[in-house]
């Protein structure tokens, strides 16, 4: 094979217009590339020929490499494509990078250096990879000297760190962790290596040895967008040459429709506010295309999704192990928005939050291109604090902003979704006519609402409309609405599905006893479609229980169910091939291959406690389909001359209305990353006092009752690594006073909707805190750390917990040290309130206080008492920042009373 190859360029060097000789043309490389050919290489005529080929598929300007003469050295001893590595025995550079040494020839069992060349002969094989080396020792001269792997445009599209530009990076790593992510393996090496290994397959694609060797889809100008524009960018910007203009690529084309792209959002996942899992949120982004020829509906839209695979893996102790220790890997899912409804919006019953990104033109083609190219190559390592949605998104942007914006990583150890959108809402845009500076992410107040959420808002609205209807009823009507509405409220779904078959004849009465039908029909249509949407939630609420229920039933499964491992592997084989991926759709779907196993798997009989819940499952759908046949018959019937659609364009308007009051009144960023200082005095005995100084920092702190645009509920209160450090200001260095740590804290005043409280539980908030404490004052025992728990009642709320009064039952358990290790442990009784002040929601009045009877060992009962005064009031917010002040006056008492009294000033 290898005669035959020198064969076939020995007849073409004999051709006319090559009439040179070997000795001529060898002679000519070094004087017009400086690339120096010595024996054996410079008798090698096929070689010849291919470093000559390699040359003319450079730009002009690139040929004649910078650092002085280039010499190609070529040994007998095989190495896999011809080229050396870093060993000993075949190494790819000596003395510097003064020779480049290559290798008799051999295929590499190489998947990605591989994949694309499965078509060439033998031939062809090993005259694409003579001339690939060429153009990679070329590249690496070039940007040895110019440094073109060093700069951000290069290093951001696969991540490349330096050493120590994170935490425990001791060397050059990239972030993406699968070899198919880069033109072959040992691109992974180094950034230059990335470039080099890239060039080759760039200049030297394979169908420029036979055109009909690869597919166009499958060419590396139709996959690596992001790679080819920056190395053209690089190349001009250096006045090096330029590249040819993408090609049309048919199946990118087709799914990126760039003509009626609009814009990008990115999508906060909230957190439902009663499960401690979801508490930190989820990031994915939503390409937005405007409404062409083809009607698509909003299902079939695409949302881009950073996920950990974990197969059908789920929570466990095994399961939060792997994520927090890097067992999974982090891929970018694109599915369907009816997808995300269908697990977000109704299973899990979380409301996305809407952010509108302020991209040019080119960053949204960029973006496009991007997330093709990371959906099929876009491998990270998955860390639950560190690697995770958020900081994966800001990988995903940043590849793409141009003019030098970058949106800052906000935390070293901790990335959070909240301040992930805080980090992006700090780039600026220059419009391009005003010349005025907007920032990048911009608020959409049109949440995709959970079902759970719309029943919460259906319900508010059917008791309005409710009050309206009995105002203008006799008593016998107004009293038999009145008892329909308390059997629809009712949490057994035999009672509502009772309730739904008596509606037709109450309507029938009602319109019949009116006066003012016109009113009345559209007041009873609005509150039949309410309490529709509460039976959905129903419906949705009843599906995730009954789908845990099955799952604990399973004995054994006949489906083979891959392991995370397999799943990962068999996805990226899929995209490898752009014709294969184009037959098949590529997402895992956790939900469709367990109910897959599902209808194959032996399993158990149900428990009493498993039969009704499934029961329950099947009795709220029957009741749901009641209602809906009730709706439909009535909307059919009597109801017909109202315009439904007009309801649901109302019932819109009003949700946007309440949304944008809510954004008006909400800080314009997440609780994230926040610092306080305040002065104030401490009462002493005998009626003297003393000058204090506070400063207090926060990883995150959002309080209960406050409203944060890139935050959490306000029924919810979340602290983590909430520290205050009192210090008394004296010659010197100040002396500590006392301090409080708390590591993590947590308090819910959300319930169970008023139709599902059915048991004590549901009626009940929840809190915890883990803190750690010194006090100067328990000079015995000065230091402790506390864990403690209650259960909240709350006695008064408000909408969105403006105003909220609480009270508290749980208990403490803690461990106390100074002169002796002493373990105290007690109940803990609590109140809170919270009355909101106009303007900001973080504008308001608290009241604190606590009262817990602790039992320490060998120190027997001690009383701990707690209570706090505050005002907040938000001074204003400038650009990404504002500032709130909070006079305070509090109280504590272990053995006696101890006032303080101060006023700080925070930095939001």
């Known amino acids: 094979m290898r005669r035959l190859a020198t064969l076939v360029t020995a007849l073409l060097v004999a051709s006319p217009a090559t009439a040179r000789t070997l000795a001529e043309r060898v002679g000519a490389l070094e004087a017009e590339a400086g690339l120096v050919l010595r024996a054996p290489a410079s008798g090698d005529a096929a070689l010849v020929a291919e470093v000559e080929a390699a040359l003319a598929l450079l730009p002009p300007a690139l040929r004649h490499p910078p650092g002085g003469p280039l010499e190609l050295v070529l040994h007998p001893e095989p190495a896999p494509l011809g080229m050396g590595n870093e060993s000993e025995r075949r190494p790819e550079w000596s003395e510097g990078q003064r020779r480049f040494h290559l290798y008799a020839f051999v295929p590499s069992s190489e998947r990605r250096a591989t994949s694309r060349t499965a078509r060439l002969s033998d031939v062809e094989l090993e005259r694409l990879w003579r001339r690939r080396a060429v153009v990679h020792a070329v590249m690496r001269r070039w940007d040895e000297a110019r440094g073109w792997s060093r700069t951000a445009r290069w290093r951001r599209l696969s991540g490349w760190l330096f050493p120590f530009e994170r935490p425990l990076n001791f060397t050059e790593a990239s972030r993406l962790s699968y070899d198919g992510a880069f033109s072959r393996a040992r691109g992974r090496k180094s950034a230059s290596l990335d470039l080099a290994t890239f060039a080759e397959e760039f200049f030297v694609p394979v169908e420029s040895l036979r055109e009909e060797a690869l597919s166009v889809d499958e060419r590396v100008r139709c996959q690596e967008f992001s790679k080819s524009r920056a190395l053209g960018e690089l190349l001009e910007g250096e006045g090096l040459g330029s590249v040819a203009p993408r090609p049309d690529c048919p199946a990118f084309d087709a799914w990126a429709n760039l003509g009626e792209l609009s814009h990008f959002e990115v999508l906060l996942v909230a957190s439902t506010g009663r499960q401690p899992e979801s508490l930190f949120g989820h990031l994915m982004m939503r390409p937005v295309w405007r409404e062409g020829s083809v009607v698509q509906g909003p299902s079939f839209e695409s949302v881009v999704q950073p996920v950990a695979?974990?197969?059908?893996?789920?929570?466990?102790?095994?399961?939060?192990?792997?994520?927090?220790?890097?067992?999974?890997?982090?891929?970018?899912?694109?599915?369907?928005?009816?997808?995300?409804?269908?697990?977000?919006?109704?299973?899990?019953?979380?409301?996305?939050?809407?952010?509108?990104?302020?991209?040019?033109?080119?960053?949204?083609?960029?973006?496009?291109?991007?997330?093709?190219?990371?959906?099929?190559?876009?491998?990270?390592?998955?860390?639950?604090?560190?690697?995770?949605?958020?900081?994966?998104?800001?990988?995903?942007?940043?590849?793409?902003?141009?003019?030098g914006r970058v949106a800052r990583t906000p935390g070293a150890f901790w990335v959070l979704p909240g301040a992930t959108l805080d980090s992006l809402t700090r780039v600026e845009v220059t419009e391009p006519g005003s010349g005025e500076s907007h920032p990048l992410l911009e608020h959409v107040p049109d949440d995709f609402e959970s079902t759970g959420d719309r029943a919460l808002r259906a319900h508010a609205s059917r008791e309005r409309v409710l009050e309206a209807l009995v105002s203008r009823m006799e008593p016998g009507l107004a009293t038999r609405w009145r008892l329909l509405h308390r059997r629809l409220m009712s949490p057994e779904p035999g009672k509502r599905r009772e309730a739904w078959a008596r509606v037709p004849a109450l309507v029938d009465a009602t319109l019949a006893a009116t006066s003012e039908p016109p009113a009345v029909r559209e007041w009873v249509h609005e509150y039949i479609a309410q309490s529709v949407r509460v039976e959905r939630a129903e419906v949705d609420r009843g599906e995730e229980r009954r789908l845990a229920v099955e799952r604990d039933l399973l004995v054994k499964v006949h489906v083979a169910m891959p392991t995370q491992r397999d799943a990962e592997r068999e996805r990226q084989l899929t995209f490898e091939r752009e014709d294969e991926v184009q037959r098949r759709l590529a997402a895992l779907d956790r939900i469709a291959l367990f109910e897959q196993a599902l209808a194959t798997a032996d399993k158990r009989e149900p428990t009493i406690e498993e039969a009704q819940v499934l029961a329950r499952a099947r009795a709220i759908e029957d009741t749901f389909i009641t209602a809906t046949d009730v709706q439909g018959a009535l909307q059919s019937g009597v109801l017909a001359h109202v315009d439904a659609l007009d309801f649901l364009e109302r019932d819109r308007a009003h949700k946007m209305?309440?949304?944008?009051?809510?954004?008006?009144?909400?800080?314009?960023?997440?609780?994230?990353?926040?610092?306080?200082?305040?002065?104030?005095?401490?009462?002493?005995?005998?009626?003297?006092?003393?000058?204090?100084?506070?400063?207090?920092?926060?990883?995150?702190?959002?309080?209960?009752?406050?409203?944060?645009?890139?935050?959490?509920?306000?029924?919810?209160?979340?602290?983590?690594?909430?520290?205050?450090?009192?210090?008394?200001?004296?010659?010197?260095?100040?002396?500590?006073?006392?301090?409080?740590?708390?590591?993590?804290g947590y308090r819910t005043l959300l319930r169970e909707p008023p139709w599902h409280r059915n048991t004590p539980f549901d009626e009940l908030g929840w809190g915890m805190e883990v803190l750690l404490e010194s006090q100067e004052k328990t000079r015995d025992l000065p230091h402790r750390a506390t864990v403690q728990a209650e259960a909240l009642l709350v006695v008064e709320e408000s909408p969105g917990f403006r105003h909220y009064a609480a009270l508290g039952v749980g208990g403490r358990a803690a461990l106390r040290w100074g002169q002796e290790l002493a373990p105290a442990g007690g109940p803990r009784f609590s109140f809170s309130q919270r009355v909101a002040l106009p303007g900001s929601s973080l504008n308001a009045i608290r009241l604190e206080a606590s009262w817990a009877p602790m039992f320490i060992l060998s120190r027997g009962l001690r009383h701990e008492a707690e209570a706090s005064l505050q005002v907040d009031w938000l001074v204003g917010q400038w650009r990404h920042r504002a500032l709130r002040v909070s006079p305070r006056a509090r109280v504590l008492w272990e053995g006696r009373a101890e006032p303080h009294l101060d006023v700080a000033m925070e930095l939001l």
């Open 309 to 403: 695979l974990t197969g059908v893996e789920t929570a466990g102790p095994g399961y939060i192990l792997k994520g927090l220790s890097g067992g999974f890997s982090l891929a970018f899912l694109t599915a369907t928005r009816g997808d995300l409804s269908h697990e977000t919006l109704e299973l899990e019953q979380r409301t996305i939050r809407r952010f509108r990104l302020r991209l040019t033109e080119g960053e949204r083609i960029r973006l496009i291109e991007r997330v093709w190219e990371m959906e099929r190559r876009g491998y990270l390592p998955y860390y639950f604090a560190t690697d995770n949605c958020a900081s994966a998104l800001l990988f995903l942007i940043n590849g793409v902003l141009e003019e």
């Open 657 to 744: 209305q309440e949304e944008r009051a809510r954004a008006s009144r909400s800080l314009h960023a997440s609780g994230a990353a926040r610092f306080s200082v305040g002065v104030g005095m401490d009462a002493r005995p005998l009626g003297s006092a003393r000058p204090v100084l506070a400063l207090r920092t926060a990883a995150l702190r959002e309080g209960l009752g406050e409203s944060f645009l890139h935050g959490f509920r306000p029924s919810s209160e979340l602290r983590v690594l909430d520290g205050e450090l009192r210090l008394e200001p004296v010659l010197g260095l100040p002396r500590v006073l006392d301090s409080r740590l708390t590591l993590l």
